[in-house]
């Protein structure tokens, strides 16, 4: 069973929580890390942690320190299930379930709000050693959790905070090439998200 974010403290509602305290501004100068399908291909259910764990691999000819994390809304694809195409499908799944599966999954009751009554998906990430193959979510360095708002046909349209700062062992990993990452996704619907890459930046 994946860990879900229990531990986290939320201040408010509609608050961004940064697992590694704080958050900063879009990078300026940002560098894709493109996610293979087994890192960034979550089957999710309304309200329900999915999450998945893999290497992080640098682009070819990286060469500035990375010092920042972000997540970019158009690198996220959403794939509704056949059975929950349509608007009043989805609603009535937010309404009748996802609240009650999202607290069963052990998730906090403000964020299951977020997720399930405010159309967001959440999304948290733990960087790790690769020595750690048994690290899960949860482990490491965590950061997150980062808001994704949905539009009403559930396209991401924005993303909240625009970047968060890694600590330095985390940049440390990342910059030496041997990050292994477990990522962590809530979303409000059926069917699948695809998140593309993560955005390290190499100014603040």
């Known amino acids: ?70 997540i970019d809304p158009g690198e996220i694809a959403i794939t509704l299930d056949g059975a929950g195409t349509g608007k009043t499908s989805i609603a009535l799944q937010a309404a009748g379930s996802c609240l009650t599966d999202c607290a069963d999954a052990g998730v906090d009751a403000i964020r299951c709000a977020n997720v399930c009554q405010g159309r967001e998906l959440d999304i948290a990430v733990w960087i790790v050693s690769v020595l750690d193959a048994d690290a899960v979510c949860g482990e490491g360095d965590g950061f997150g959790v980062f808001r994704v708002q949905l ?17 330095d062992a985390a940049a440390a990993l990342v910059n030496a090439g041997d990050a292994r990452v477990c990522i962590e996704l809530i979303a409000p619907l059926d069917g699948r998200v695809r998140v593309s890459s993560l955005t390290m930046g190499t100014s603040e």
């Open 1 to 70: 069973m994946h860990r879900n974010l229990r531990a986290l403290e939320f201040g408010a509602i509609m608050g961004v929580v940064s697992l590694a305290g704080g958050c900063g501004n879009l990078p300026l100068n940002g560098v894709s890390f493109d996610l293979d399908t087994l890192l960034g291909l979550f089957e999710v259910q309304p309200g329900v942690p999915d999450s998945n764990t893999g290497s992080l691999s640098p682009p070819q000819g990286l060469t500035p320190s990375v010092r920042s994390i972000a």
């Open 151 to 167: 539009d009403e046909a559930f396209t991401p349209t924005a993303v909240a905070p625009t970047s968060i700062p890694l600590t």
